[in-house]
């Protein structure tokens, strides 16, 4: 599956928050990806918000996603058009938990409580 071919999936409640700051999304630091590509693929699967830095440049690119129930999983290193695939199917699926194995290698404690200013809006 290709980043552009998820399906929309509008009955998961499930809302993704997708870093594009000053290393998330940028071809300086990721010369490999379709970022604007990744961001299409995940808002065909969930409601999607991009944001600034979210502080925790060193996983770029970093996704968060948030379930209905309050809870969020931070993502990093989402580089990837396989990993971004897989995240797609999960998300599609209601991001249940755990995540699948290929994710959970990528899911990431956030550092502190003291994060960029994009954070403000996560
Ligand atoms: S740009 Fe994404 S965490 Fe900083």
Redesign the pocket.
């Known amino acids: 599956m290709t980043e552009a071919q998820c399906a929309l999936d509008s009955g998961t409640g499930i809302r993704v928050l997708i870093?594009?700051?000053?290393?998330?999304?940028?071809e300086r630091k990721h010369p490999e990806v379709d970022h604007d590509g990744q961001i299409v693929a995940i808002s065909a699967r969930a409601r999607a918000r991009v944001v600034?830095?979210?502080?925790?440049?060193a996983?770029?690119?970093?996704v968060i996603v948030r379930s209905g129930d309050g809870s969020s999983v931070w993502l990093g290193g989402i580089n990837n058009p396989a990993i971004t695939a897989a995240l797609c199917e999960w998300l599609g699926a209601g991001a249940p938990q755990p995540p699948p194995q290929v994710l959970q290698s990528r899911v990431f404690v956030r550092r502190s409580e003291t994060v960029?200013a994009?954070a403000e809006h996560v």
């Open positions: 870093c594009r700051g000053c290393c998330c999304g940028t600034d830095c979210v502080g925790e440049c996983h770029s690119n970093v960029g994009g």
